[in-house]
């Protein structure tokens, strides 16, 4: 029965590309698996603002509230970079985030064996990587007040963002993040600016009060957020769980995705808090953006968005299978050689976005009915 509603927002560049792989594994799902879902399909970032004149209208976000799970795409592009903030594709998804309460942004880094050659890092320093980044995504730079530009009495401009957190939105996500490190090495490291940075002092004391109180058995250490960018790139494997502010953790995640091999294969999930019965309102995307520079010429890498379906069945319905059916045949399809121009290798062959896709469904119909 169709009792899972998803609320799929393709948004702009190649977001809508790749979202068309991911309905064709739904369809799959749908015949081959019996799984269906309750599905809608809305208007989001650039699309929306064309469509309705904005980028996030009341109505997203309503249907965002009531549906299980929303299946975000990619926001923005240089046709819009001039607007002001209200009018920004980008507000799309911020918006969403704030409205929907979604402050723990995962985003898993894998390296894949088959991708140990794509990776811009040596191939000992990345076999094997698998990080957990978790990204605070409702406060910091992003929502604090004041910000915006003004005019001075000099005549001069001054632009102002204020970063800022409270006690308790440290807490919630260092929860999250604890809890994650808890089921995978135990290890879990805090990145912050606490040797300048008032927010990240008090950043650091919070996720070390509760590391102690409530999670003794994590091994928890902090670290400067200038120095773990480098370490990302020099010995990556010595992380587990690294926990950072929204603005620290989006700098990381699209470095840890360098040595994954490309932006183009890391999805995410945005969950908020647990209701009474235990379930989250969550988002899934990947982490990279519309990506103008190769929009509309078929060729981007989709398995981000299809990997970020497979967390959206794993974290939003439990689907833990069907999660890894998904996730298998795209190690499958990588380990056969097709890739995408965004991470070839040696010996692989060239495709496009819709033939990955093909090749991802007939490893579905061999793995799984
Ligand atoms: P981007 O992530 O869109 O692209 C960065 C680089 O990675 C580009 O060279 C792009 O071609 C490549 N890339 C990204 N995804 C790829 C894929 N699936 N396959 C192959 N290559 C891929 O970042 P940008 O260029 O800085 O930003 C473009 C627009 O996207 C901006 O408007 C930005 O604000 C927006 N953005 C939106 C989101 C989001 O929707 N959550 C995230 C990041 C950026
Ligand atoms: C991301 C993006 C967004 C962010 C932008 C588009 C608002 O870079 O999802 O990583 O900075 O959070
Ligand atoms: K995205
Ligand atoms: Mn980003």
Request: hydrophobic share 40%; net charge negative; proline share 5%.
């Amino acid at each position: 029965t169709a009792n899972k509603r998803l609320l799929v927002l393709p948004g702009d560049g190649i977001g809508p590309e790749v979202m068309r792989e991911v309905r064709r594994v739904i369809e799959w799902m749908d015949r081959r698996r019996h799984v269906s879902f309750a599905l809608e399909e809305g208007l989001v970032g650039g699309a929306a603002l064309e469509a309705e004149g904005s980028p996030c209208p009341d109505g997203t976000v309503e249907r965002a509230l009531a549906a299980d799970a929303v299946l975000f795409g990619s926001v923005g592009g240089p046709k819009w970079d001039t607007l002001p903030f209200d009018k920004r594709p980008e507000l799309g998804i911020l918006r969403l985030r704030k409205e929907l309460g979604l402050f723990a942004n995962l985003r898993p880094a894998l390296v894949l064996d088959p991708l140990v050659d794509a990776s811009s890092l040596k191939p000992d320093v990345v076999r094997g990587l698998d990080l957990m980044i978790v990204r605070e995504s409702t406060g910091g730079i992003y929502f604090g007040e004041p910000r915006g530009v003004e005019t001075l009495s000099n005549g001069k401009r001054r632009g102002v963002d204020t970063e800022v957190y409270t006690e308790d939105e440290i807490a919630r996500v260092a929860r999250v993040a604890f809890e994650l490190a808890k089921g995978r090495t135990g290890k879990m490291t805090s990145v912050d600016k606490a040797n300048v940075m008032q927010s990240g002092r008090l950043w650091r004391a919070v996720v070390s009060e509760i590391g102690k109180a409530e999670y003794p058995e994590v091994e928890l250490s902090h670290m400067y957020a200038d120095n773990c960018a480098m370490q990302l790139c020099a010995r990556p494997k010595q992380f587990d769980t690294i926990l950072a502010s929204n603005i620290f953790g989006d700098l990381l995640s699209d470095l840890a995705a360098a040595a994954t091999g490309s932006l183009g294969m890391l999805p995410s999930a945005t969950l908020g808090a647990p209701d009474a019965s235990g379930r989250r309102r969550a988002l899934y995307e990947p982490i990279h953006g519309s990506a103008p520079d190769i929009a509309g010429k078929g060729i981007a890498n989709p398995c981000a968005q299809l990997l970020s379906f497979a967390m959206l069945l794993r974290w939003s319905f439990g689907m833990e299978e069907d999660a890894r059916l998904v996730e298998t045949a795209i190690e499958k399809v990588l380990a056969g050689g097709l890739r995408t121009a965004d991470i070839m290798g040696p010996g692989t062959a060239r495709v496009g976005t819709s033939v990955m896709g093909d090749a991802v469904l007939r490893e579905l119909d061999k793995l799984g009915a």
